[in-house]
């Protein structure tokens, strides 16, 4: 996601937000970016990639990434942002951009 009230012509380092979690991006902090600005960082993907995947029931829900509907697929839901949600589909998409690139320290766990 952006940051509130960037201007998209001249961005920042700090306007490029981590959907899950918030944060900004930074050198050693990677990102993966999906649809329509959505973001993952890699220390959020650690995590979703690492969790047992749950299945919500909830009409209307859809992956943060990708938008998607995913009731009732596997997928993690952020801890510190409930509205983010992530589908299995697109931990592993994200997991295999970030591992495949020489310029980021992230491997895929375990």
Known sequence: MHRPGC???NMTPEDFLCDFCGQHWREDRPFVEGHRGACICGNCLTLAYHADPVEFDEPGLCCTMCRRPITGEPCWRSPAREVAVICRKCIKQSAGVLHKDPDV?????G
Do not use: E
Not at 105 to 109: I, Y
């Open 7 to 9: 201007d998209p012509a």
């Open 105 to 109: 320290p992230w491997r895929k766990p």
